[in-house]
């Protein structure tokens, strides 16, 4: 993870060489909030900051910097990470909008897996854009991944998802990754989609885990597309792209905050080596400095 995310650098100015000021929990929250943090977050964490300031008795603003950073350790580590992947095959669903990086992301996931030790089946299950299915069978030769591909144009997801499920269990092949379509999630009809899926898949073997991902470019929208997908398609952890040196990535506490779900690998680049299990203690380390 790039050592340049917004948040760090703007509570290195906050906190230099300062004494703690009645204004100096107004900038904190100000800052968070800013960092796409998410209001209830922030003000929750400046209280809770505040209050072990307090009670060591500390008025120099830098130390503010460390409490902060045990509570973020503290809070994302009450949500376990662990991906679940014991059973075989285990099958896991990759939701998301489009332009999160999700094709990206499977490919990725599925090198992650390789390198430890686990073969892979991929479908491509998002058969409403041929260019998805192209460009995840390019993704799946780099990773060194199976993948089951639609027999014909337009067929239906969730037929594909039950072949690759099929192929995989007859194979011997640990773990199934399911793509699907980039789905916009205030439309109800695409969300029923997801369903059918998951339905057909548990036919023959239960989903492990369904990993929605977020890019963490898109501030508290991505909260709402968390929940949206949480509501309807059985979302067990987040997995956030595009947490690079550009990205802020503040929104990941306001998404885990408000949707009580865990982040499960985070992507920080273009290459295929760029996927990580998630960290609490890096994390919060990369994010505040």
């Not at 009645?22 to 929250?29: K, N």
């Not at 390198?115 to 069978?137: E, H, K, N, P, W």
Request: some cysteine; overall charge negative; charged content about 25%.
């Amino acid at each position: 993870m790039a050592q340049s995310w917004s948040l760090g650098r703007a509570l290195q100015n906050l906190f230099a060489d300062q004494t703690i000021t009645e204004e100096t929990w107004q900038e904190l929250e100000d800052t968070l909030v800013l960092a796409d943090c998410g209001v209830e977050w922030s003000e929750d964490a400046v209280s809770r900051v505040r209050a072990e300031a307090e009670r060591i008795g500390t008025t120099k603003a830098d130390l503010l910097r460390d409490i902060l950073r045990d509570h973020i350790e503290e809070e994302l580590a009450e949500k376990d990470s662990t991906l679940t992947l014991t059973h075989r095959p285990a099958v896991v669903m990759v939701v998301g909008v489009n332009g999160v990086g999700k094709t990206t992301t499977i490919g990725k996931f599925a090198h992650y897996l390789i390198r430890a030790g686990r073969s892979v089946m991929i479908a491509a299950a998002d058969t409403f854009r041929a260019a998805a299915v192209d460009q995840l069978a390019i993704w799946a030769e780099r990773a060194g991944a199976a993948i089951t591909l639609p027999e014909k144009d337009g067929q239906d997801p969730a037929s594909v998802a039950f072949q690759a499920v099929q192929r995989a269990t007859n194979e011997g092949i640990d773990i199934v990754l399911i793509d699907t379509a980039g789905r916009l999630h205030t439309k109800a009809g695409l969300m029923d989609e997801l369903h059918k899926v998951r339905r057909v898949i548990e036919k023959l073997q239960p989903v492990s885990e369904v990993l929605l991902v977020l890019d963490a470019t898109t501030g508290q929208n991505g909260v709402a597309q968390a929940q949206a997908f949480l509501d309807h398609a059985g979302v067990t952890g987040l997995v956030i792209t595009k947490l690079d040196g550009s990205a802020k990535g503040g929104f990941v506490l306001g998404v885990m905050n408000q949707t009580n779900l865990p982040v499960k690998l985070i992507g920080t680049g273009e290459t295929l080596d760029d996927m990580a299990g998630f960290s609490p203690g890096q994390f919060a380390k990369t994010l505040i400095g």
